[in-house]
């Protein structure tokens, strides 16, 4: 066990960071060669009783506190972490831990930091949970589970809407069908008329009302939205039967999903709408042109193009403030959005404020290696007149890289210097080397700034650079 205890590779590396050295400039203070420093913090050489003097002498520390077996520490913190019930049913000799600790001592540091942030992130969930915000009734979370278990596609919805797109193009317009199919007049009053809101149906005077301060493509949307309320009612219904619902306020958040969903159906029923998009190579603006609806729209509908033989390109969607909270968030494509707290500073859906209205592309790499490609862009809500209210936001479609060329933005498979190094949130991602990291990952120990101070915010004692 001595020969063992001379190992010190970790304990070696850890002093080096503290004294924010490399390993050349370890090497020359010492007078060795890079290689053997290199040897020595990958324990493939033993720590000698002369290199521990050297540094001794060099670095001004206490031999005790440097030399003391490590190893035995390393051991000591596994036992107490094994000892969490999740392993109680494991059998884990206490000779099998130290044995660990002392002949992986990488292994062992990585089973720590996981323990470790897996512990906080309980703590995290208890506090949530001890200031009456309990996450099962959270009517918007509700939503998102809801929409993702169905991968944001509903069927029946979209044939009925299909079926209404029909009717209404047989009258040439969404209002002429409204006023030949439910003898409602369509009218537009002043915004001041309307007292705030932008559409009203009054069954008494048999009209819809809608804001005049409404754009063209709000107007249709909004008749689309009302005729859904009137034709779609029990299939609404139906496509909620199932969703176990903790609240009231989401299963009501639900229905309006789900009719706002049926109403972009009408607008861009779905064979015609994907043979659009396969013309069109995905051109937003473009589809946007062609089927009279925002862009927001069109990209919100791009996610649900998943119909057996019809299929898109699964797409993710998001829609955030320039305070970075998010307002709308779907995912066909497998991209790892964080359940609470802000996204990644580096994605570009987080930038185009600077640039309203122009489209910006980014290929991005998360930490476990997936790659993604994302169009994003400003839009703007309200509006309509001197003095109303405009409320500006950010929007990102996004897909898998494999899918990229598909669509007019990307072109050929990008390189892999092309690639934007992005995490899910802060506190999830541990690129210990990031300029704009706003918080440190759970389950990582800060470095004191005593010695050196690094470019990113923080330094981290068991970090990879």
């Not at 290199?51 to 077996?69: E, V, W």
């Not at 109680?88 to 044995?99: C, G, K, S, T, W």
């Not at 709308?328 to 209205?357: E, I, M």
């Given at each position: 066990?001595a020969d063992?205890a001379a190992?010190m590779g970790p304990?070696?590396?850890r002093?080096?960071?503290?004294l924010?050295l490399?390993?050349?400039?370890?090497a020359?203070?010492l007078?060795?060669?890079?290689?053997?420093?290199?040897?020595?913090e990958s324990?493939q050489?033993p720590?000698?009783?002369?290199?521990l003097?050297?540094?001794a002498?060099?670095?001004?520390?206490d031999l005790?506190d440097?030399?003391?077996?490590?190893?035995?520490?390393?051991?000591?913190?596994?036992?107490?972490?094994?000892?969490d019930p999740?392993f109680a049913?494991?059998?884990?000799?206490q000779?099998?831990?130290?044995?660990v600790?002392?002949n992986?001592p990488?292994?062992?540091e990585?089973?720590?930091?996981l323990h470790t942030?897996?512990r906080?992130?309980?703590?995290?969930?208890?506090?949530?949970g001890?200031d009456?915000?309990?996450?099962v009734s959270?009517a918007?979370?509700?939503?998102?589970r809801?929409?993702?278990?169905?991968r944001?596609?509903?069927?029946?919805?979209?044939?009925a809407?299909?079926?209404?797109?029909?009717?209404?193009?047989?009258?040439?317009?969404?209002?002429a069908y409204?006023s030949?199919r439910?003898?409602?007049?369509?009218?537009?009053?002043?915004s001041h008329?309307?007292a705030?809101?932008?559409?009203?149906h009054?069954?008494h005077?048999?009209?819809?009302y809608?804001?005049e301060?409404l754009?063209?493509t709000?107007?249709a949307?909004?008749?689309?939205?009302?005729?859904?309320?009137?034709e779609?009612?029990?299939e609404?219904?139906?496509?909620l039967?199932d969703?176990p619902?903790v609240?009231?306020n989401?299963?009501r958040?639900?229905?309006?999903?789900?009719a706002?969903y049926?109403?972009?159906?009408?607008?861009?029923?779905y064979?015609?709408?994907t043979k659009?998009?396969?013309?069109?190579?995905?051109?937003?603006?473009?589809?946007?042109?062609?089927f009279?609806?925002?862009?927001e729209q069109?990209?919100?509908?791009?996610t649900?193009?998943?119909?057996?033989g019809?299929e898109g390109v699964?797409f993710?969607?998001i829609r955030v403030?320039?305070?970075?909270n998010?307002?709308?968030?779907?995912?066909?494509?497998?991209?790892?959005f964080?359940?609470h707290g802000?996204?990644c500073p580096?994605w570009?859906?987080?930038q185009?404020?600077?640039t309203?209205?122009?489209?910006?592309?980014?290929?991005?790499?998360?930490?476990?290696?997936q790659?993604?490609?994302?169009?994003?862009?400003?839009?703007t809500?309200g509006g309509g007149?001197?003095g109303?209210?405009?409320?500006?936001?950010a929007?990102?479609?996004g897909?898998?890289?494999e899918?990229?060329?598909?669509l007019?933005y990307?072109?050929l498979?990008a390189?892999?210097?092309?690639?934007?190094p992005?995490g899910?949130?802060?506190a999830?991602?541990?690129?210990?080397?990031c300029?704009?990291r706003a918080?440190?990952?759970?389950?990582r120990?800060?470095?004191?700034?005593?010695?050196?101070?690094?470019r990113?915010?923080?330094?981290?004692?068991d970090?990879?650079?």
């Amino acid at each position: 066990m001595a020969d063992r205890a001379a190992y010190m590779g970790p304990r070696l590396r850890r002093l080096r960071r503290e004294l924010g050295l490399t390993q050349p400039g370890m090497a020359a203070d010492l007078n060795v060669s890079v290689s053997y420093v290199s040897l020595l913090e990958s324990n493939q050489r033993p720590l000698t009783a002369d290199m521990l003097l050297r540094l001794a002498r060099t670095y001004k520390i206490d031999l005790a506190d440097f030399a003391g077996d490590g190893g035995k520490e390393s051991a000591a913190r596994l036992q107490a972490v094994l000892k969490d019930p999740l392993f109680a049913d494991i059998d884990l000799p206490q000779l099998q831990a130290a044995d660990v600790a002392t002949n992986f001592p990488g292994i062992t540091e990585a089973f720590l930091r996981l323990h470790t942030a897996y512990r906080e992130e309980q703590r995290a969930l208890a506090d949530y949970g001890a200031d009456g915000r309990d996450q099962v009734s959270d009517a918007v979370a509700e939503v998102r589970r809801f929409l993702a278990r169905r991968r944001n596609y509903f069927p029946v919805l979209d044939e009925a809407a299909e079926r209404i797109a029909e009717a209404a193009a047989e009258h040439e317009s969404i209002a002429a069908y409204v006023s030949s199919r439910h003898k409602l007049r369509v009218r537009t009053l002043p915004s001041h008329v309307m007292a705030g809101m932008v559409r009203r149906h009054d069954p008494h005077s048999a009209s819809i009302y809608l804001d005049e301060a409404l754009d063209r493509t709000s107007r249709a949307f909004q008749l689309a939205l009302q005729t859904i309320y009137l034709e779609l009612r029990k299939e609404l219904d139906d496509a909620l039967d199932d969703a176990p619902f903790v609240s009231d306020n989401g299963r009501r958040l639900a229905r309006r999903a789900l009719a706002n969903y049926a109403a972009a159906a009408i607008l861009m029923p779905y064979g015609a709408f994907t043979k659009a998009v396969e013309d069109k190579l995905y051109d937003i603006e473009a589809l946007s042109r062609q089927f009279g609806a925002s862009f927001e729209q069109v990209a919100h509908r791009l996610t649900t193009l998943q119909r057996l033989g019809q299929e898109g390109v699964p797409f993710f969607f998001i829609r955030v403030d320039a305070a970075g909270n998010v307002s709308k968030r779907l995912d066909g494509a497998g991209f790892p959005f964080a359940g609470h707290g802000g996204g990644c500073p580096l994605w570009s859906v987080h930038q185009v404020f600077r640039t309203p209205g122009e489209i910006v592309t980014q290929w991005l790499e998360l930490p476990d290696g997936q790659r993604f490609f994302s169009v994003a862009r400003t839009v703007t809500a309200g509006g309509g007149g001197y003095g109303t209210p405009r409320i500006q936001r950010a929007v990102a479609l996004g897909c898998g890289a494999e899918h990229a060329p598909r669509l007019i933005y990307a072109g050929l498979p990008a390189p892999d210097n092309a690639y934007t190094p992005v995490g899910v949130a802060c506190a999830l991602c541990q690129r210990d080397r990031c300029a704009a990291r706003a918080v440190p990952p759970i389950g990582r120990q800060i470095l004191p700034d005593d010695h050196h101070r690094r470019r990113a915010p923080f330094g981290f004692a068991d970090d990879l650079g």
